[in-house]
């Protein structure tokens, strides 16, 4: 069984910074793509960010150059450095992961959430 379990998060005045984690574990051969969707009240999941096996990047456009993704292999382990947030910053942050488990069968898994709140 393969679980993703998520730390970090909390709340932050505008012009602060969070760090997320999320850390793979269970059956796992191999982890494809990992990574971070939010999700405002009354508004759907959206991707924030996304890292692939090889490293490239991409993000939406609103966290350019204020947030950064990055993952260790080694560790199953992906995170989200969350600098200049603001107010519209506020959502569940998601982690999610494609991958491909010991029995060679390959689906997405997503983490519990993790509350971010930008508040002064």
């Known amino acids: 069984q393969v679980q993703l379990v998520e730390s970090g998060g909390g709340l932050v005045q505008p012009g602060g910074s969070l760090s997320l984690s999320c850390a793979a574990s269970g059956n796992i051969n191999v982890i494809y793509n990992m990574d971070w969707y939010c999700q405002a009240p009354g508004k759907q999941r959206e991707l924030v960010a996304g890292?692939?096996?090889?490293?490239?990047?991409n993000y939406e456009d609103s966290v350019k150059g204020r947030f950064t993704i990055s993952r260790d292999n080694a560790k199953n382990t992906v995170y989200l450095q969350m600098n200049n947030l603001k107010p519209e910053d506020t959502a569940v942050y998601y982690c999610h992961a494609t991958l491909r488990d010991q029995f060679g069968i390959r689906r997405d898994y997503w983490g519990q959430g993790t509350q971010v709140t930008v508040s002064s």
């Open positions: 890292i692939t096996i090889g490293g490239s990047t």
